[in-house]
């Protein structure tokens, strides 16, 4: 079956320190998407990427659909305490209704 | 937020027990979800409704039977659970299955003794 990397799966940094989150498919992907989930709450939608070597920004968070459509990235500049939670990426592949999420990388920000 | 709710939204359930977790999304979707999410285990999708009708069932145990009278309400009836089944269970809509943003319910947390 189809496999989600989802690296690293714990990240500690300090308040205003960069942060990266990776996801990484086994196979083609038809598009991307990444979530949020503060600790306690439910998964919260961020942006879709559907083209290959997509780019795209919002405020400080940028996320990046690899060329092969097999990998993405998030990454989030100067991180604030309000940027704790829970990271995941979920894909789905042409032909199905399936969402298959990422195991998710915890961040967690240091004041 | 509230366009997808859940109730109830805490269940302690006895393993002989039969019970139902119920969602309703306002928001004019035509797809909805049932995700369960363990401690130390990724989302999983259980199953996927669209306009009522199952278009996925994720090799769920026959002890979880869905149900999606219309297309804003669905339904997880549950039945003789184990104690693994205790997790967070999530609803979730989006405007059409596959490809389109999810938007999730605060869930129900559930408790097999």
């Known amino acids: 079956g189809q496999q989600v990397m989802q690296i690293p799966q714990y990240q500690h940094v300090q308040e205003g320190e960069d942060f990266t989150t990776y996801c990484n498919s086994s196979?083609?992907?038809?598009?991307i998407q990444w979530y949020k989930q503060r600790p306690g709450g439910h998964p919260v939608f961020l942006i879709q990427?559907?083209?290959?070597?997509e780019v795209k920004k919002q405020k400080r968070l940028t996320f990046q659909f690899g060329e092969a459509k097999k990998n993405s990235s998030l990454h989030i500049t100067a991180t604030q305490t309000t940027d704790v939670g829970t990271y995941f990426c979920?894909?789905?592949?042409?032909?199905?209704?399936?969402?298959?999420f990422g195991t998710g990388t915890r961040l967690k920000v240091l004041a | 937020e509230t366009g997808v709710t859940q109730t109830p939204r805490h269940l302690v359930m006895g393993m002989t027990n039969k019970k139902s977790l119920k969602c309703e999304q306002h928001?004019?979707?035509?797809?909805m979800y049932w995700y369960k999410q363990s401690a130390k285990k990724p989302l999983e999708l259980m199953f996927v409704?669209?306009?009522?009708?199952?278009?996925e069932n994720n090799s769920v145990p026959s002890r979880f039977s869905p149900e999606c009278p219309n297309s804003s309400h669905l339904f997880l009836h549950l039945h003789t659970l184990q104690p693994e089944d205790s997790a967070l269970y999530l609803c979730?809509?989006?405007?059409?299955?596959?490809?389109?943003?999810?938007?999730f319910g605060p869930g129900t947390r559930l408790t097999v003794t």
């Open positions: 990427l559907v083209k290959s070597g």
């Open positions: 928001l004019g979707h035509n797809a």
């Open positions: 409704y669209s306009l009522e009708e199952r278009v």
């Open positions: 196979t083609t992907l038809s598009n």
């Open positions: 979920a894909l789905t592949t042409s032909g199905t209704y399936k969402y298959i």
């Open positions: 979730a809509s989006s405007q059409d299955p596959g490809g389109y943003e999810q938007y």
